[in-house]
């Protein structure tokens, strides 16, 4: 089992930057793809970046691509989510999410095997 917390999530305004954590505790955490995915009200959760296990490979939603970033650190158990020129449409409950199947890195939330809670980010116009 691995249990996730997102933390970091908050109100800012357009233009502004947010950095989400995750921290994972339980099994192995360097062994697990790790993603981010958000929901906003009335719409269905979409993937937003992944990461694999070694952090050589990463992939992103073009919606997000060149303003959000993502990392980990492994010795910390924890991954990251930088969010840089953020618009009032990347408002969402954002969650990570791990996958225990490393060979492939997914971006299909339906894959992940652990969820955290999730954190909101507001961003006002």
């Known amino acids: 089992q691995v249990q996730l917390i997102e933390s970091g999530g908050g109100l800012v305004q357009a233009g502004g930057s947010l950095r989400l954590s995750c921290a994972a505790s339980?099994?192995?955490?360097?062994?697990?793809?790790m993603g981010w995915f958000r929901q906003a009200p009335g719409k269905e959760r979409e993937f937003v970046a992944v990461?694999?296990?070694?952090?050589?490979?990463?992939d992103y939603a073009d919606s997000v691509k060149g303003r959000f970033t993502i990392s980990r650190d492994n010795a910390k158990g924890t991954v990251y989510l930088l969010m840089n020129s953020l618009k009032p449409e990347d408002t969402a409950v954002y969650y990570c999410?791990?996958?225990?199947?490393?060979?492939?890195?997914?971006?299909?939330?339906?894959?992940?095997?652990?969820w955290g809670q999730g954190t909101q980010v507001t961003v006002s116009s």
């Open positions: 990461i694999s296990w070694s952090g050589g490979i990463t």
């Open positions: 999410a791990a996958d225990d199947y490393t060979a492939v890195v997914t971006t299909n939330d339906y894959e992940y095997d652990y």
């Open positions: 339980g099994r192995t955490f360097s062994s697990y793809t």
